[in-house]
């Protein structure tokens, strides 16, 4: 299933509600339009996949992790860009995120430029 | 009783019958022969008066046959001796009297062998009693005795006193703990002794309790000659035979070494909570960090928001400052965290406050979220809202919440299925609070479960196996229990209770 339709979203995943909150802040005020999810579970149930430009998601939730969410992606064939923010950014998972085609894999607390940048580079696609 | 003095040698089967016989006869001839001399002396005196006499010896002495025998004898010797010429009628007459004093005799020897039966029985009986009374005596005396060495000896303080709240009696024990003689306390009120304020407000009750007729115990640090001590006392009724309470026995032991150690004790179960809170936080600095790291993530990313409204062509002052604020709120959190933390860490007298249970449950979680959600692990929790304040160290309480979390999740890291850890608070029906967490793990193990309390019993392959022992003697030192259920259909459930203050409970 391909999902190449019109994408504008940035999603957000990640089940901290003031790293949600402040996140859809910035890519506001940096002029996205996002929707935030509480768990990967929700996302992939709201059906917004096809509609979704950037996903931004934490790595650690309960349930599925970010990663899962990235390999359940890659399964459906559903390439979106993703950018993991984690506050465990070791070295195995940062190369298996990236060779599982994340654009970015920023640790917490990460400097909001890079993110906005990458953000706006994953639109531009 | 063979008493040589009592029987007589004339008397009594045993004395044989030639000596009674032959007392009759030589009775009879002494009687003759004083007649004989009284007669050669031409003096006044019939035979008839001696052999009287004769009879009356003999039958006393003798018995009543040989005095009968006498008495015969005494006739015939007068007839024929003595009364040759006299006629047939005064011979009949002289008989007569003889025969009439013979059974007088009779009856006299009787009497007299009645009432030395009587004196006899009486006697034995007196003595049997008088033996009785003797062993009685000796008995109570050896009783008071005893007794007396109790009192005396006891290493307790006994003492006894009066509803009028004198000292009737003290022992040894009590005089050196208030450093004066015995003697000299008979008598005194107790608010001599040990202070008007003293006896009123801490002595007073419990004496009045007990002269009312309850038995009363307590223990309590008091202040005596021999310094700072912990003692209990029993305060028991003395009733006297009328059933009223006539004073009070009070027997009281210093258990201040054992007051010492048991505080020790507490101290040592502090030590090693706070040892096992340190070593756990130590497992957890990963999680916790990153626990952090969330909040601050967010001040920063509220901060940089706050500056892209400020520094776009159009700045939006009320979104900054809107950002702005946000960044403070998530800054604020960030160091509840650590002081959350470093509360746990802290090493510190156990310190029993009203605290919220729900509100120490959440805290835990969200401190732990980490890690939860580092093994996938969902939280759920069903709190019941309205529980009552309880009497609790809260740093203690949370370490138990945090113990039963982490083993849940422990448990849980290698089951495939779903992960759920569910935290219940609920207020039973005997107004005990119960908190349950339970987890859909691998479950209890099946041949041990009595055994997972115990101390270094772990199925972990590094654990060390203190985590719930130490979680147990918490709950228990706050009055509650702490115990484990199968959850259905898997993993474990554990359950502790802890008291709820019983003003809180009307």
């Not at chain 2, 400052?321 to 509840?336: D, L, P, S, V, W």
């Not at chain 2, 999740?409 to 029906?429: G, N, P, Y």
Request: charged share 25%; with cysteine.
């Amino acid at each position: 299933m391909s999902c190449n339709e019109e994408r504008k979203i940035v999603a957000v995943v990640d089940d901290d509600d003031s790293v949600r909150g402040t996140l859809q802040a910035l890519l506001r005020v940096a002029g996205f339009s996002s929707r935030a999810f509480e768990s990967a579970e929700d996302f992939l149930g709201s059906g917004l996949q096809r509609e979704t430009a950037c996903l931004i998601t934490d790595i650690r939730m309960p349930g599925m992790s970010g990663l899962e969410l990235q390999a359940r992606l890659n399964a459906e064939r559903c390439r979106i860009p993703t950018i993991f923010i984690t506050a465990h950014g070791d070295e195995e998972m940062r190369f298996r995120a990236l060779r599982a085609g994340a654009v970015e894999f920023l640790p917490k607390p990460f400097d909001d430029d890079v993110l906005v940048e990458s953000v706006r580079a994953a639109l531009e696609r | 009783m063979n008493n040589p003095e009592n029987v007589k040698w004339t008397r009594g089967p045993a004395a044989s019958a030639a000596w009674r016989y032959g007392l009759a006869l030589v009775s009879v001839a002494a009687a003759l022969g004083m007649a004989s001399a009284f007669i050669y002396f031409h003096l006044p005196q019939t035979f008839g008066a001696f052999a009287l006499s004769a009879i009356a010896v003999t039958f006393w002495y003798a018995g009543t046959a040989p005095g009968i025998f006498a008495a015969v004898l005494s006739s015939i010797v007068r007839d024929y001796l003595f009364n040759v010429h006299t006629s047939t009628e005064s011979r009949i007459l002289f008989d007569l009297v003889f025969l009439v004093f013979a059974l007088l005799m009779t009856q006299v020897v009787r009497s007299r062998n009645e009432l030395e039966r009587r004196v006899a029985e009486r006697t034995a009986e007196l003595t049997r009693s008088n033996d009785n009374l003797k062993r009685e005596i000796a008995d109570r005396n050896q009783a008071e005795y005893l007794t007396g060495q109790v009192f005396e000896c006891s290493p307790d303080a006994v003492l006894i006193i009066g509803t009028d709240y004198r000292y009737k009696r003290v022992n040894p024990v009590h005089a050196r703990n208030w450093g004066r003689p015995a003697e000299s306390m008979v008598g005194m009120h107790m608010a001599e002794l040990v202070g008007a304020e003293f006896f009123e407000q801490r002595l007073r009750p419990f004496l009045d309790r007990c002269l009312a007729g309850e038995s009363v115990r307590f223990e309590d640090w008091f202040d005596n000659a021999r310094g700072h001590r912990f003692i209990s006392a029993t305060y028991s009724p003395l009733r006297s035979d009328s059933h009223e309470v006539e004073a009070a026995l009070v027997i009281a032991r210093d258990l201040t070494e054992h007051a010492l150690s048991s505080e020790a004790l507490r101290q040592a179960q502090a030590d090693l909570a706070h040892t096992s809170r340190i070593t756990t936080m130590g497992e957890l600095t990963a999680s916790l960090a990153h626990e952090v790291n969330q909040p601050i993530t967010a001040a920063v990313m509220g901060a940089s928001t706050c500056v892209r409204w400020l520094t776009r062509d159009e700045p939006d002052l009320g979104e900054a400052c809107e950002a702005a604020q946000g960044a403070i709120r998530n800054a604020k959190r960030a160091a509840e965290i650590i002081n959350r933390i470093r509360s746990i860490l802290k090493k510190g007298e156990s310190k029993r406050q009203l605290a919220d249970v729900n509100e120490l449950i959440r805290e835990m979680i969200a401190l732990l979220r980490s890690e939860t959600n580092r093994y996938s692990v969902s939280v759920h929790t069903e709190l019941d809202a309205g529980l009552p304040k309880i009497m609790a160290d809260p740093v203690q309480v949370q370490q138990v919440v945090m113990n039963l979390i982490m083993n849940g999740v422990d448990a849980m890291k290698e089951v495939d299925q779903t992960r759920e850890l569910t935290i219940r608070s609920r207020l039973s029906d005997d107004g005990q609070l119960t908190i349950s967490v339970s987890d859909t793990g691998v479950g209890l193990p099946q041949k041990e479960t009595g055994r997972i309390f115990d101390a270094f019993f772990t199925t972990k392959p590094h654990g060390i196996g203190m985590g719930l022992r130490i979680s147990r003697s918490i709950v228990e030192s706050h009055g509650g229990r702490l115990w484990a259920t199968d959850n259905s259909p898997r993993g474990a459930c554990f359950h502790f209770t802890l008291p709820v203050p019983t003003e809180a409970q009307e």
